[in-house]
């Protein structure tokens, strides 16, 4: 079975400043997708990057970055320029290729605030 | 295109009742998945139906079942509610086809408390 763990429970950081978000998993599978979600106050669940195993290159989306380290089995968010939007609860989340249908596999969650 | 809806969005039970909380997926998504969010178990998938057939199914005991209609949309119910279930029920969509997972969509939740 697939465990995902975020060892940060809870995190702050200075608006405009950048933070990193830890997560690392455990899986025997070689084709796999990870996720990071994001969960403001509003329970609204929000997908903010995802990256596929197979590719080499660390996915981006704007201010959003991963490190992904496949033999190491981590994968870590990076945000630059944090906003104070981007206070929030956010959740790493894996999900194996088929066969065999998976649901997503999520940590406990760090909970990121920005302080103006 | 309208995002996951959830209805309803708060629900207030007594032990012993039962709930039925509903999700229309994203128009055109053909599976629908539903997670148990609490405090203290995090997140945890309860099952999956993909064109009316449940295709996955976590480890919760049989008080939770689910149907998914021929427009994709589905419902839970949850029987002889205990303390334990309050929760917030997430409902996901993803398109799927064949051989690719795509991205599950989440809607808002339905927070249920059960006294």
């Known amino acids: 079975a697939q465990t995902v763990t975020q060892s940060q429970p809870e995190m702050s950081v200075q608006e405009a400043e950048t933070v990193t978000l830890s997560c690392t998993y455990d899986?025997?599978?070689?084709?796999?997708?990870l996720f990071w979600y994001k969960q403001p106050p509003s329970r609204q669940m929000i997908l903010v990057i995802r990256q596929e195993a197979y590719k080499q290159q660390n996915a981006t989306e704007n201010r959003f970055s991963v490190n992904f380290q496949k033999a190491a089995k981590s994968f870590s968010l990076k945000i630059s320029d944090s906003q104070l939007g981007d206070t929030a609860m956010y959740f790493c989340?894996?999900?194996?290729?088929?066969?065999?249908?998976?649901?997503?596999?999520f940590g406990k969650g760090t909970r990121l605030s920005v302080i103006a | 295109k309208a995002g996951v809806t959830q209805t309803p969005r708060y629900l207030i039970k007594t032990r012993g009742q039962q709930v039925t909380l509903s999700c229309s997926p994203i128009s055109g998504h053909r599976s629908v998945s539903w997670y148990q969010q609490t405090p203290g178990q995090g997140l945890q998938f309860l099952f999956e139906?993909?064109?009316?057939?449940?295709?996955n199914k976590g480890n919760f005991p049989g008080r939770f079942s689910g149907r998914q209609f021929s427009n994709s949309r589905s419902e839970m119910n949850v029987s002889t509610l205990e303390l334990g279930d309050s929760a917030l029920y997430l409902c996901a969509s993803r398109l799927t086809t064949a051989g690719t997972p795509e991205t599950q969509y989440f809607g808002p939740g339905t927070r249920l408390l059960v006294l």
């Open positions: 139906y993909f064109s009316e057939t449940q295709r």
């Open positions: 989340a894996f999900m194996k290729l088929p066969p065999g249908n998976t649901p997503l596999v």
């Open positions: 899986t025997s599978e070689n084709n796999y997708y």
